[in-house]
């Protein structure tokens, strides 16, 4: 691949911008609703939502997701490596020339643990600024953990007083605690954190540690047992949510939509029935002792996973397997949303997108 960064800069997405006017009403059949453009840049995903707002949410019109495995390398290594970040570029770009096609009047590109874990983060950002005209912001932590929190809030119980939200990525694993139950539906569901953690361990970082194509209970146990360590700071903290009435766990991530798609036996991935979907404390257990008992191949051969997933599934598991453990529950409910949802949803929030009589 040609060197990107010689080339003459293109015009960029402005970040962070608002848009150039106000949406005005609709005519007849003419759009003048705004796009919003929402790019979460992780340790393994390029992942891509670009929506329009409707009178109470938003309609995604294009989408983009990509496993680049920018942090490759990184469970041993403190840089990005070239061959990592070629592949980044390539998706990068192809996510510009959505965004440029769909007419994106604001977007947010973000990047999160790899970028902000390697020494040449910065130097990859500069490289992606000149060279696809992208200006991508490496978010800290919390901002992180309360995306995850604003994009999949919606789908927790209504009566819940108390609910763990975690978001199990690439490179770190975020969690949060939300106590009270919800006043309503269009209420900032971060006013109710009590408490989150962002865990420096995802699937990538534990799979090259721990060996991620052929894993066995023991290996399995010691990847969990890691993830615990970790975790004990946050379930400290939060040792009384699973006490509150109506209790229950709230995932989005690769791992828990395998999970739901196992448990329902797909023959190939269905959002639609995997996004919202409640699992007991059994059917999880079974659908991780199912995983266990597969070889790399069978993973990979699985529609569901897939050759670029089959060696990372596992990791994931041992990290839900230990928040399980510290916050036991009945009831997990499946997520296929995050961290897209939550920069949409705060764009159009800002720009009271949803107090105009315009949107329909």
């Not at 293109?10 to 150039?20: F, L, T, V, W």
């Not at 500069?126 to 994009?151: F, N, P, S, W």
Request: charged share 25%; with cysteine; proline share 4%.
């Amino acid at each position: 691949m040609r060197d990107e960064t010689a080339a003459a800069a293109p015009s960029r997405i402005q970040i962070g911008a608002a848009p150039p006017q106000p949406p005005g009403p609709l005519t007849g059949r003419e759009r003048r609703r705004p796009a919003y453009g929402a790019l979460d840049l992780g340790t393994n995903n390029c992942r891509l939502l670009i929506a329009e707002p409707t009178f109470s949410g938003f309609r995604v019109i294009d989408a983009f997701s990509r496993i680049v495995r920018l942090g490759e390398g990184l469970g041993t290594s403190d840089r990005l490596n070239e061959a990592a970040i070629e592949r980044t570029v390539e998706a990068l770009r192809i996510c510009r020339t959505k965004m440029q096609a769909r007419g994106v009047q604001r977007a947010k590109v973000i990047a999160t643990e790899a970028c902000r874990l390697a020494v040449n983060g910065a130097d990859f950002v500069e490289r992606v600024r000149r060279g696809v005209g992208l200006d991508l912001e490496i978010v800290d932590r919390q901002t992180e953990a309360y995306l995850a929190v604003t994009g999949c809030a919606a789908l927790a119980d209504p009566l819940a007083e108390s609910v763990v939200i975690f978001d199990i990525g690439g490179g770190s694993t975020e969690i949060a605690w939300l106590d009270g139950a919800a006043a309503n539906p269009s209420t900032d569901p971060t006013l109710r954190i009590r408490a989150w953690d962002s865990l420096p361990v995802g699937v990538v970082t534990l799979a090259e540690r721990h060996g991620g194509a052929e894993v066995t209970r023991r290996m399995f146990e010691g990847m969990v047992e890691e993830v615990a360590e970790k975790l004990s700071p946050f379930a400290i903290r939060a040792a009384a949510a699973a006490t509150a009435s109506h209790f229950h766990l709230l995932g989005t991530s690769g791992t828990v939509t395998t999970i739901a798609a196992m448990h329902l036996r797909l023959a190939r991935y269905e959002r639609r029935r995997v996004d919202g979907l409640w699992m007991n404390d059994a059917a999880v257990t079974t659908a991780i002792d199912d995983l266990l008992d597969t070889r790399l191949e069978q993973r990979a051969d699985n529609p569901c996973i897939g050759r670029d997933r089959a060696d990372l599934v596992l990791a994931g598991c041992a990290i839900l397997e230990a928040i399980r453990r510290a916050f036991p529950s009945d009831r997990l409910r499946i997520a296929d949303r995050g961290l897209r949802e939550g920069l949409l949803m705060n764009m159009m929030r800002e720009d009271g997108v949803w107090n105009r009589k315009a949107v329909r």
